[in-house]
């Protein structure tokens, strides 16, 4: 049984088949989808697909790239949404320093007034992070103790990690640790604390190496799980038993 932790199978890329990659999920033993908001719309999506459905859940928030768009009344929304009975966390939020797309003060006032709210709710988060980490980890370490959530498609080394999981947060491990050339990936994989891994797709995007260019979808997840066995010498079957009990874990209402 595994669990795809980050998810965008809202989107329009899975409008034609969207039906079918849930079915080919649960043949791949995914019990669990967690669709991840963006901006208002995908947010609204995920919301609206975690309710036809009762195995997936839904996050609401805010991505760097559209961090300018994050109004007032665009974070009463997302206040509103997080009452849903089927949305576990916030986010996904963050930093984002490889496109700037939206100026980097206003994303750190985006990514601020994102974890206002979800120390005020008392929810996780979901961590965007594109080579920012000098800012986002002492933002989360003035916070720490406070906040709880992941650190969603990681690519950090393991010195980045310890420091990840010295504030409390959980690793999320996508289809790049599948990669030749993801060294530091996996060596994060290998050794990060079996109570603090997760797996996800981060679909439609960054698929395993044997689909690499081509649509990413949840079934995949188990590829990831396989990869991650494989370098911590254990089961499959103990990797999705493991990242199962951590996504419980850190998305309580699950």
Known sequence: MFIDSHAHIQLLQFNRDRDAVLRR???AAVSNILVIGFDMETSLGAVELAEKHTHIY???GMHPHDAKDLTPDALKTFRELAAHPKVIALGEMGLDYYRNLSPRPVQK??????LDLAEELQMPIVIHNRDAYMDILPILEARRGRIR????????DVALMHRSLAIGFHIGIGGIVTYKNAADVQAVAREVPKDRLLIETDCPWLAPQFRRGKRNEP????AVAEKIAELRNTSIETIGKITTENFRTVFKSA
């Open 149 to 156: 959530g992941v650190l969603h498609c990681f690519t950090g």
């Open 109 to 114: 006032v985006a990514f601020e007034q994102q």
């Open 219 to 222: 079934a995949y997840v188990r």
């Open 58 to 60: 839904a996050t609401v």
């Open 25 to 27: 999920a649960h043949e």
